[in-house]
């Protein structure tokens, strides 16, 4: 099963916000509300700062919002700060035997 | 709190097993609802879920590794462990555990392995 799709690239100034897609189908992001963003920086692990498409856990910046229409869910970084470059990752649960998928990658740069 | 740490050998040659150690803290895994899985993530790569263990023992795998992977666990010591046979240089990555409840919420640091002769 192929990965869900993002954007390869996105970038965007101090302040600005950006918006990173992550694409699938109505077997996964289309058909479940279990869509995770992680962000990880360099050398790092992932972390988790949306679940549930929607939901940021403790300690996460509300800077940080998740949405999904269809079978695209999308991550919102407003008020962008230079900390915030990074990898982002998408992920969903499938009702295809792999039962969890990830997105490809986005790299977020901070202009 | 939550904290998982992965350990296992640094390099293996191909064709070998690979065994790898989640060693956590913070939690039961015979809870309603938890589970450990397993991300690894090649070298400038993206995440691929290669397999998760539930509270009732329910074991899932990913289908494309499914046939070279074992997942299991000792209670005892708060431990899931992760079995890969016939390693590949293309298996080479870094190789994530996780706490799951919905979704993957507490990671470890990540061990890298690489395959090669």
């Known amino acids: 099963q192929s990965a869900l799709a993002q954007p390869a690239s996105v970038s965007g100034s101090p302040g600005q916000s950006i918006t990173i897609s992550c694409t699938g189908t109505s077997s996964d992001v289309g058909g479940y509300d279990s869509v995770s963003w992680y962000q990880q920086h360099p050398g790092k692990a992932p972390k988790l700062i949306i679940y549930?498409?929607?939901n940021r856990p403790s300690g996460v910046s509300n800077r940080f919002s998740g949405s999904k229409s269809g079978n695209t869910a999308s991550l919102t970084i407003s008020g962008l700060q230079a900390e915030d470059e990074a990898d982002y990752h998408c992920?969903?649960?499938?009702?295809?035997?792999?039962?969890?998928?990830f997105g490809g990658g986005t790299k977020l740069t901070v202009l | 709190q939550i904290t998982l740490k992965e350990s296992g050998p640094p390099l293996v040659k191909p064709t070998q097993t690979l065994t790898l150690t989640c060693t956590f803290s913070?939690?039961?895994?015979?809870?309603?609802?938890?589970?450990v899985g397993w991300i690894r993530q090649p070298p400038g790569k993206a995440l691929e879920w290669l397999a998760l263990?539930?509270?009732?023992?329910?074991?899932r795998y990913s289908p494309f590794l499914k046939n070279r992977l074992t997942i299991t666990k000792d209670t005892a010591k708060n431990q899931v462990v992760l079995t890969m046979t016939n390693m590949d240089p293309v298996d080479t990555a870094t190789y994530y555990c996780?706490?799951?409840?919905?979704?993957?919420?507490?990671w470890g640091q990540g061990t890298l392995v690489t395959v090669s002769s």
């Open positions: 913070g939690f039961s895994l015979n809870t309603l609802g938890v589970g």
């Open positions: 263990l539930h509270w009732d023992d329910d074991e």
């Open positions: 992920s969903s649960y499938t009702s295809s035997s792999t039962f969890e998928i």
């Open positions: 549930e498409v929607t």
């Open positions: 996780a706490h799951r409840r919905g979704y993957f919420d507490f």
